[in-house]
């Protein structure tokens, strides 16, 4: 900034802070003693006094830079660094100002600056705390899954999930706080640790898996040989061919690559043997509907037997329909089982009529309703009595209840005599 001329004896421009003389020389006060700055001889004074006071400015303006800075939240080291340079710069400094001012700000900055690397060394303290304890959950996480009996893990999942791990792992290491070598490393050999124990076990269920997968292909493929061998056989080979297949479905699997190869093969040299068992079963079945025709016929004839009560007449009638069925022999196969119900329905309606006819024909059971017949009768008697007497009484409450007991015990007695 340009300095005003200020009246003194000399007629030259003074500065709150320093002087010019007519040759140029400019000088500074600071701290109550004057020195010599410089000297501008190709100017006025007042440019001499101007150019020295530009100077201070510089200075000034790189303080407000760094307090500017300081406030932002610049780097403390940096801001002391540059508070320690400008310090040096103010010693002796060939400039017109306030030089006391300065120091005093840059003083005030230095504080500041302490303070801010405090708060900042104690905001570091928590970001590695928070860091350590972050890393330490993928640790135990993995130790976690490291822990799982090897036999029940789902090796898919589990191995994602430790590269997912592992990637966080890396992740944070470049974008989180540096955490103290010693913590780093001891983190580091407990997930390395997990992820080794893990990896070793994940090779060995491999191993072990292609193994069980080479057995169950070599037994599978040897079923199918004899499967094929069957060939020949056409629909007498079906019954073996079952019995492969039992077989079959107690080998384990052979891998995803192999066992659904392996089961169309399997399955081709068993729909030879079907193929040919339908050409025979066709063939059979065209044979037998005639048969079908008689037996449907013979059911015609049967169906009236259901309407037969009388026990000897109900089975003399079914001993013929049944000597008439066997003599037809064999329906279609998808008849079979529709006719065979339907003269089971009437054996068994037959076979009742057998049954009730021996259960009313026990002596027990005969002797039984013998004699309760009779206590019956001699109970009917007395109650006959009672009513007659009840009648004479003309006591209508006693009528009531020995017509009552009349009724029940008759009603008894028609139930056993049937």
């Known amino acids: 900034m340009t300095i005003k001329e200020f009246p003194n004896m000399t007629g030259l421009p003074e500065h709150p802070f320093g002087r010019v003389e007519a040759d140029g020389t400019v000088f500074v006060t600071e701290d109550g003693q004057e020195r010599q700055v410089g000297q501008y001889p ?3 004074p007042q440019e001499a006094l101007d150019y020295f006071v530009r100077k201070f400015d510089d200075l000034a303006a790189q303080v407000s830079l760094l307090e500017q800075r300081s406030k932002a939240g610049a780097n403390p080291n940096d801001i002391a660094r540059s508070v320690k340079a400008l310090r040096g710069q103010l010693d002796g400094a060939s400039a017109v100002g306030d030089f006391a001012a300065l120091r005093t700000r840059l003083d005030a900055l230095g504080g500041e600056v302490a303070e801010l690397g405090e708060k900042q060394q104690e905001e570091h303290r928590e970001a590695v705390s928070e860091a350590m304890t972050y890393r330490e959950s993928i640790v135990v996480e993995a130790e976690t899954l490291a822990a799982q009996d090897p036999s029940s893990i789902q090796w898919k999942q589990t191995s994602a999930k430790v590269e997912e791990l592992f990637a966080k792992w890396q992740d944070h290491q470049k974008t989180g706080p540096r955490l103290p070598k010693a913590d780093a490393n001891a983190l580091w050999k407990r997930f390395r640790v997990a992820r080794t124990t893990l990896d070793t076990e994940r090779r060995k269920f491999f ?10 292909r070599d037994a599978k ?20 061919y079952r019995r492969l297949l039992d077989e079959w479905k107690t080998v384990g699997r052979a891998g995803r690559k192999h066992d659904d190869a392996l089961w169309a093969k399997f399955k081709a040299a068993g729909d030879v043997l079907y193929q040919a068992k339908a050409e025979v079963d066709a063939q059979d079945d065209a044979e037998y509907q005639e048969n079908l025709t008689l037996k449907l016929a013979i059911l015609d004839d049967a169906k009236p037997i259901l309407d037969i009560t009388d026990r000897r007449q109900a089975r003399e009638r ?4 049944q000597d008439r069925w066997d003599a037809v022999g064999r329906v279609p196969r998808d008849r079979f089982r529709d006719v065979e119900e339907q003269l089971r329905r009437i054996e068994a309606h037959v076979r009742k009529l057998d049954d009730d006819h021996w259960a009313n024909s026990n002596p027990e059971k005969q002797a039984r309703q013998s004699g309760m017949t009779s206590q019956l009768h001699d ?10 007497a009840a009648k004479e009484s003309g006591n209508p409450k006693r009528l009531k209840d020995a017509e009552e007991a009349l009724a029940a ?3 008894w007695l028609r139930a056993i005599e049937g």
């Open 318 to 321: 079914l001993n013929h329909v």
């Open 207 to 216: 191993a072990h898996l292609d193994s069980e997968h080479r057995a169950a």
């Open 42 to 44: 190709d100017g006025t």
């Open 221 to 240: 493929q040897d079923i199918i040989a004899r499967a094929e061998a069957l060939a020949p056989k056409g629909a007498d080979g079906v019954q073996e």
């Open 379 to 388: 109970a009917i008697a007395k109650l006959e009595a009672d009513v007659a």
């Open 409 to 411: 015990r008759q009603a």
